[in-house]
Each structure stands twice: as structure tokens, then as C-alpha cells.
């Protein structure tokens, strides 16, 4: 457990360089797991996540982005180049779902590839575009 988030020790670096929330390390101190923070998106482009639709986001390796798009499971690519953030396209699974999951999934799918930059907001990630319009708003 992170008794101190707050604190911004070499240790605490070493360990959270990407925001990863849980580490397992080995009797001899080496990293032995890392599990991703899930961010959970409650807007997009403007609009609430409907209630009981769950959309997410996580990085469970560098350069990519995974989660829940409110119906279906994605990954794709995502790096950093020239000082803004690049999404590619993304793969999914391809159920059908009821309306509030299917519309979220579509706003998400059709906004998400926009983004360009990020920042944090009172505790709240804010993926923006190149006119730094909030696109998605998430949190942990």
C-alpha cells in the first residue's frame, strides 16, 4: 500500500514511473510485477458516461492503451512524439450491446483519436486536443 502518494521519493520514481498502482518486488529488491491503474472515463466530448456503462483506460505496457470502451475491450498504440500524444487505431472485440453502452462505445471510438495532449485537473486526467478542448475525462 502507498501510505504517502503525495511524497516524490527516488524509491516511490523508480517504482511509479508510469502511474502503475500495485508492484511486486523480489526478496533481492528487483520489480518482479507491475499492475496498471485503471482510470475510469466519466466524459466524452462534453457528454457523461451514461450510468452503469463502464469506460476505461489504462497503459499496461509503454506505447500502449487498453480498456473498456462502454461495450466491447480495446487496445491500441499510443506514444508520445514532438511533444503530443498519438493514438492509432485501435482493436476491439465487436459484441452488440444495449443503446447507453453502444453510444458511449461510439463517442468514445470517434473521439479518443483526437487527442493530443493531456493534463491533470484537481485529480481528474483531461485528454485535449490541439486547441486543448477537454475530449475525455477520467479518473482513478
Known amino acids: 500500500t502507498d501510505a504517502e502518494p503525495e511524497a516524490n521519493g527516488p524509491l516511490r520514481r523508480a517504482l511509479r514511473p508510469r502511474g502503475f498502482g500495485i508492484v511486486l518486488i523480489d526478496t533481492d529488491g528487483a ?3 507491475r499492475r496498471p491503474t485503471v482510470t475510469t472515463v466519466r466524459e466524452i466530448a462534453g457528454s457523461p458516461v451514461p450510468e452503469g456503462v463502464k469506460v476505461t483506460l ?3 505496457e509503454p506505447g500502449m492503451i487498453a480498456g473498456s470502451s462502454g461495450c466491447n475491450r480495446y487496445t491500441g498504440p499510443a506514444k508520445l512524439e514532438n511533444g503530443k500524444i498519438h493514438i492509432g487505431a485501435l ?3 465487436r459484441m ?3 443503446d447507453p453502452q453502444m ?3 461510439t463517442a468514445f471510438h470517434s473521439t479518443i483519436g483526437r487527442t ?3 493534463r491533470l485537473a484537481d485529480g481528474t486526467l483531461e ?3 490541439d486547441t486543448e478542448a477537454v475530449l475525455i475525462r477520467a479518473v482513478k
Open 31 to 33: 520489480v518482479v510485477q
Open 127 to 129: 485528454l485535449t486536443d
Open 91 to 93: 482493436a476491439g472485440t
Open 58 to 60: 489504462l497503459r499496461p
Open 103 to 105: 453510444a458511449a462505445e
Open 116 to 118: 493530443t495532449g493531456a
Open 96 to 98: 452488440m450491446c444495449p
